[in-house]
């Protein structure tokens, strides 16, 4: 997973790539987007895999203004936005809860990087070898990302504060503060055998349905 580590102008297409194997389709003669120039390579890129799924967020083709920045990425259900300033060529993503007394606040990257993070974090959660679980302890969690790296990346303020993006040779991860004293993961792998460590983390009840996906959707079980 090195295109995640040492973010190339072509990261988003090897990630795709990696993940999904070859591009099947054709890129499409006119890109249905307006905006900065990753926003546009996102649209131009993507839709050749037909397996990727974006489907938790949505990422803004004709992206709309809100105090003066483009809306680049929306929560599902409007409540967490991700925005840019118009007028750059690869500009700083900033977020913040869809409220009006909530400031703009900046994610630390830049749109290029956040888009690849963003393909990353859809690829786990429309996961179709992985797992999730909602109350783990800390001793727990490091278990589950031992055997990956964090991404270079400030932390998440959403969907709480410090979650974050990981990622091994066949395993990705998105994890990040609960309710409390307990932490939540989702895991997902390029196939079941990257998963069977995950066995070994005792005490931890996995859900191995899609976890924002349609409901009874059953996932490969854990060995």
Known sequence: ?????????????????RWYGPADREAFEAVPCSGPRPLVR??????????FHPTQNHV?????????????????????????????????????????FTE?????????????????????TDFHHGACAFDVTKNQLDLVLAPLRPLPMADWHWPTEGHRLYAGDDVLAFAGPNDGEFWEVWVAATGPEPLAYLADVGGVEWDVKRPWGTPGDEREKLT
């Open 1 to 17: 997973m090195r295109e995640l580590f040492n973010v190339t102008e072509d990261s988003l297409e090897r990630f795709l790539t």
């Open 42 to 51: 996102w649209f131009s890129t993507v839709p050749r895999w037909s397996a």
């Open 60 to 100: 803004q083709a004709k992206p709309g203004t809100d105090r003066g920045k483009l809306l680049v990425w929306v929560e599902n259900q409007h409540v967490w936005l991700w925005a840019v300033d118009p007028d750059e060529d690869d500009p700083p993503v900033y977020d913040r809860l869809d409220d009006p």
């Open 104 to 124: 703009w606040r900046p994610t630390g990257v830049r749109l290029s990087v956040f888009l690849l993070h963003v393909a990353v974090f859809e690829t786990i």
